[in-house]
């Protein structure tokens, strides 16, 4: 009887337990739809600003169709190869138009597809930094890339340059250029903070 009573108040207390923290009881199903629209919601799915570019890394789903869905770059032509639908023209798209595209080429396979292209990674833009530095060349531009991080992912600067005379030419709307000054002297002390500026792609950094 003392056993009886001990699991009784065991199934009880969880009982509660539940309905305290209804949070507790959700199924592993619940929990793994969750994970997946938030992943969805951190990718850029539905966007009508990017422009897709080579070297991307695109995330294609297909609802119900695992065979078809599946992660696949942007080559250097411009395209990608899905199951099904063949080759399609992805740079120049914005993920919204290539969803469409890929719909319409698989409705002689699939009933209805429901297609989501997500842009898993970012690699068509990036930015060039010449000069001075360890390793000038071209990188990938991320969404939070200064012109501090830039002279730091090319290594630093090489013996003899000049850190107060760096300039960034950017591209303006109307074909013309800019020319921004950075110096690298008063922006790591604190001073003209606002020079060290949030990159944009095709951004060019001159150290002379």
């Not at 992943?39 to 297909?62: Q, R």
């Not at 411009?78 to 290539?98: C, D, M, N, Y």
Request: aromatic share 6%.
């Amino acid at each position: 009887m003392l056993g009886l009573c001990m699991l009784i108040s065991a199934w009880l207390a969880a009982q509660t337990d539940s309905a305290k923290n209804p949070d507790n009881t959700k199924s592993e199903a619940q929990v793994a739809a969750a994970d997946a629209t938030t992943g969805v919601n951190a990718g850029l799915a539905h966007d009508d600003a990017y422009i897709i570019g080579t070297d991307d890394i695109l995330a294609i789903n297909v609802w119900k169709e695992p065979e078809v869905s599946r992660t696949v770059p942007v080559r250097s032509d411009g395209k990608i190869s899905v199951p099904l639908a063949g080759e399609l023209q992805a740079s120049g798209e914005t993920p919204r138009q290539l969803e469409k595209e890929l719909a319409t080429k698989l409705q002689d396979f699939i009933s209805e597809p429901e297609v989501t292209v997500i842009v898993a990674e970012v690699k068509s833009q990036k930015f060039n930094i010449l000069g001075m530095v360890t390793k000038p060349g071209s990188y990938p531009l991320t969404n939070s890339s200064t012109a501090l991080d830039a002279i730091a992912t090319a290594g630093g600067f090489r013996d003899f340059a000049k850190q107060k005379s760096i300039y960034i030419l950017r591209q303006n709307p109307d074909g013309g250029q800019s020319r921004l000054l950075f110096n690298y002297k008063d922006v790591i002390k604190g001073k003209n903070s606002a020079q060290n500026i949030k990159l944009q792609p095709r951004d060019t950094i001159v150290v002379p």
